[in-house]
């Protein structure tokens, strides 16, 4: 019993300390997070695009510039981003997405955006008026929810015209 609670102790003590390197190391992140998102706030315009396509599609498959794809971590480089094909003026290039943008953004649709470099930050202004994305496939989750939701409310009526059809018998 003894060598339990030894062995117990110090995972505890090596458990508390990666915890407290973790909380050290996210600090840090969110500072360098915070700094870079002010940089791009500061060098960030507003222009007006028009969508042509947007995907979520690999960065190498992206068709970004070679110097995006140099300065990506490997790692990152086969991760799925959400890629806008946009004509800004006469150019027609292919933008980054912020993920909170991308499913509203509407398709052959002109609209003011705010662009730092190739990252579209934020949606000003439209030509026309913005409707939501509509809904894509729901999750297998969803699905079997809303199956077993349905199912439920039949056999709860089921059992509620039982219940009445054996208080009419039994009257």
């Not at 960030?44 to 042509?52: G, H, N, R």
């Not at 094909?85 to 933008?95: E, R």
């Not at 509407?106 to 930050?121: D, F, H, Q, R």
């Not at 809303?146 to 018998?169: I, Y």
């Amino acid at each position: 019993m003894h060598i339990f609670l030894t062995i117990l102790a110090i995972v505890a003590i090596v458990l508390v300390v990666v915890m407290v390197v973790l909380y050290f190391l996210g600090k840090k992140m969110q500072k360098k997070q915070d700094e870079s998102q002010a940089q791009m706030q500061a060098a960030s315009q507003t222009a007006t695009i028009l969508v042509i396509d947007k995907k979520r599609m690999k960065l190498k498959d992206s068709g970004l510039p070679k110097m995006v794809l140099e300065n990506t971590p490997k790692y990152l480089r086969g991760s799925k981003v959400p890629i806008v094909k946009a004509k800004i003026g006469p150019k027609v290039m292919s933008l980054m997405c912020d993920e909170k943008i991308f499913p509203v953004l509407p398709v052959k649709k002109e609209l003011k955006v705010v662009i730092s470099g190739i990252y579209i930050m934020d949606v000003k202004g439209l030509h026309n008026n913005l409707e939501h994305a509509p809904k894509g496939k729901k999750k297998l989750g969803e699905r079997m929810r809303e199956r077993a939701e349905k199912k439920s409310k039949e056999l709860n009526q089921k059992r509620a015209e039982l219940e009445k059809d054996n208080k009419k018998k039994n009257k």
